[in-house]
């Protein structure tokens, strides 16, 4: 008895977990890149897409998980898709409604989390298979690990592009700001550097 | 029917499912339209007010004004009288929109007194490319319909974009977009200067 609630607790952490770092989405499994590279020249952009995405996650693993006995496999994607769909539509709606400077800021990118394949892998990979708990916990976990891998992209690209975090200056008046930081170009090269950072880091940790 | 049974059997669920889901849609969007609307007012008059500056407040103005569409569907079209602090009538103003390249694209078109010169317009709502298509909202775009005349524009590929005529450059690598502004504003501009002008609206100092 002790040791089924011991194997629920450890499944539990391992759904909640292994998103933040082992299976985190940006910096482990390259998957759902757009975000990172086109919502991430400030942190409260970044934030609200984190935000949208753990949001919608935690939404369509939940119900992906209750209808899992009834997915017949090839209408699975259609049905995904579906609900993926449904819960960025309502989220969408609510950002226009409670946040409009954050809904015109991320413009495409909130309707374009439909296609994000992070959300559709976690559907495919856990919720489809795993009970509603756990699915729950492993869309809290994964949306977390990318809301992170996006605020800390921002945060360097928002430092280094305007001096300030949040909005917040905390660069001396004499700092010169770094404009490519907020052009593509700065995405890409910050997101080199912290994924061959997460590279190193792994390796250290495996050795 | 055995071909029926096959069909329920294998579709329920996703019929069943669309269902649900529409309805979730539907009740959200009762729940927050209001809000948005809100919010889009808010918006409209701000931006209005960017782009007359002069003006203090808005009237609408009390006359039945239609504009007939691309597809010959009319619309009803509030339009806007700016006032300044002393009444006088400083610009027009109206919403516009139509089909862009992704999405619908709606704009906040202003003119000046006598209708006879846009005084710019913004965008209220842009859902176009990234990068390419959303560039309708910049000022190298915009700027060019600020002063030019209140009558029917044309789209060029190349050009000074300086030059304040009846010809807009095209944004590169975005022409559906900008032709789509540029085919709002004929739409409606055209159409609701003749229709105020017909009505006695204009130069009639109040």
């Known amino acids: 008895m002790a040791n089924d609630s011991d ?54 693993n939940l119900v992906t998980s209750l209808m899992r006995n009834l997915l017949k496999s090839h209408l699975r994607i ?42 559709i892998f976690r559907a495919e990979v856990c919720a489809s298979k795993s009970g509603p708990i756990v699915s729950i916990l492993d869309g809290i976990g994964t949306g977390s690990g990318f809301t992170i891998a996006l605020c800390i992209l921002a945060g360097i690209r928002e430092v280094l592009a305007t001096g300030c975090f949040f909005d917040i200056r905390v660069m001396p008046n004499s700092f010169v700001p770094w404009l490519a930081m907020r052009m593509p170009v700065g995405a890409f090269v910050t997101l080199g550097l912290l994924l061959g950072l997460a590279n190193v880091m792994t390796m250290k940790k495996e050795s | 029917m055995s071909k029926i049974k096959h069909f329920v059997e294998q ?18 969007s009762a729940a927050l339209s209001p809000q948005i609307e809100v919010n889009k007012a808010a918006k409209l008059n701000d931006l209005t007010i960017a782009l007359l500056r002069e003006a203090k ?6 006359a039945e004004i239609e504009v007939k569409l691309a597809g010959g569907k009319k619309e009803q079209v509030k339009v806007y009288k700016a006032l300044s602090e002393a009444g006088e009538c400083v610009g027009w103003s109206f919403g516009a929109g139509g ?50 005349p209140a009558e029917r524009l044309s789209l060029v590929k190349g050009g000074d974009s300086k030059k304040i005529d009846s010809e807009i450059v095209a944004i590169t690598g975005a022409t559906v977009s900008s032709e789509a502004v540029v085919q709002i504003i004929n739409t409606f501009l055209v159409q609701i200067k003749d229709q105020v002008k017909a009505k006695g609206l204009v130069g009639n100092g109040k």
């Not at chain 1, 769909?85 to 439909?114: K, N, Q, W």
């Not at chain 2, 579709?11 to 959200?28: D, K, T």
């Not at chain 2, 407040?57 to 009390?62: L, N, P, T």
């Open chain 1, 7 to 60: 194997n629920k607790a450890g499944l539990y952490r391992r759904a909640l977990l292994t998103g933040l770092w082992r299976e985190n989405p940006t910096f482990r499994l390259l998957i759902g890149m757009c975000p990172p590279l086109a919502v991430t020249t400030a942190v409260k952009p970044a934030l609200t897409m984190g935000i949208s995405v753990i949001f919608v996650l935690v939404c369509s």
């Open chain 1, 78 to 119: 259609i049905m995904f898709t579906l609900n993926i769909a449904t819960f960025v539509t309502i989220c969408d709606l609510f950002l226009r409604a409670y946040a409009p400077r954050m809904s015109e800021i991320l413009g495409a990118y909130v309707p374009l989390i439909i296609v994000n394949c992070i959300i």
């Open chain 2, 11 to 28: 579709s329920w669920l996703l019929l069943v499912s669309s269902f649900c889901f529409g309805l979730l849609i539907a009740m959200a």
């Open chain 2, 57 to 62: 407040r808005f009237v609408e103005v009390d």
């Open chain 2, 99 to 148: 089909q862009g390249f992704a999405d619908k694209i709606e704009l906040v078109v202003a003119v000046d007194g006598a209708f006879e010169k846009i005084a710019g317009f913004n965008v209220l709502v842009c859902n176009e490319t990234p990068g390419f298509g959303d560039q309708i909202k910049y000022s190298y775009y915009r700027d060019q319909f600020t002063g030019a």
